[in-house]
């Protein structure tokens, strides 16, 4: 009698998680499909589900028209050294926030939550003159520069370090290690969860970023994927299958990824809600 509720409960569960799991996923199938449509199957009405013959050619078009490995390499670049200088630094900054006594401490780290209710946007300019002053517009240094400090990451850092003992660092600095050795070698290597959380949304956050690199970059070949796909939206029309066909080819690296390291995406993720 008691388990007639539950496997009700698991059922109607199931059912919702399948149910939004197809609502998902019926994006990425819809722009597969559209990748191989004609133009006119694309602009029919009422519209064309499937095609009437696959186009792959569209792949080979957009492959063509679109230096994809540009692109890639840019996206890498920015990708990697986002991550590494925005970690690194935040882990700075919450360590010092979290477990470090030092004036203005507090002042600091509202200014930290302050900015990340600012929006984005409103720092482009900033930004942009900043690149511009230093002679950096146009190239692949200036994709990397928003990125390399994350009050996001900071918050998210700060979180981790202040579940740990403080006793931790009163023995590290009984034992004469300092201050460095105390974070590098004892604190940072437990908070690994949450450097794995940083790293996997600094990673998602940078590559579907678009407005700055449209912004800052002008040359194709200083694109990232996303901004170089938006060059193929036109003002007045747009080839949707070859639009299509470079977002499915774009999407491949990320899908490889989460394929490779599936298990360390989930477990990163489930960390940010706490222990």
Known sequence: MH??????????????LIIGSIIMILPFVWMFLTSGKTIPETTS???TILPESFQWVNYKNVWNVLPFVAFFLNTGIMI???????TLFSAMAAFAVAKLEFPGKN????????????????????????VQNIGMLNTVTALIIPGIISAFGTFLLRQFFMKLPDELMEAATIDGANIWQVFAKIYLPLAKSGLVSLAIFTTLFAYKDLMWPLIVN????????????????????????????????????????YIIFQKQFIQGIASTGGK
């Open 45 to 47: 009405i009422p519209p």
């Open 80 to 86: 990697v050294v986002r991550v590494v200088t925005s």
């Open 218 to 257: 002008i040359s194709q070949e200083k694109m990232t994927l996303s901004a170089g796909l938006a060059s193929l939206q036109g003002q007045f029309t747009s080839n949707y299958p070859q639009l299509m066909a470079g977002s499915v080819i774009s999407i491949i690296p990320m899908v490889i990824l």
């Open 107 to 130: 002042l600091f780290f509202w200014m930290v939550l302050t900015q990340m209710m600012i929006p984005s946007q409103i720092f482009l300019t900033p930004q942009y003159l900043l």
């Open 3 to 16: 388990n007639e509720p539950t496997k009700k409960s698991k059922l109607f569960i199931h059912i919702v």
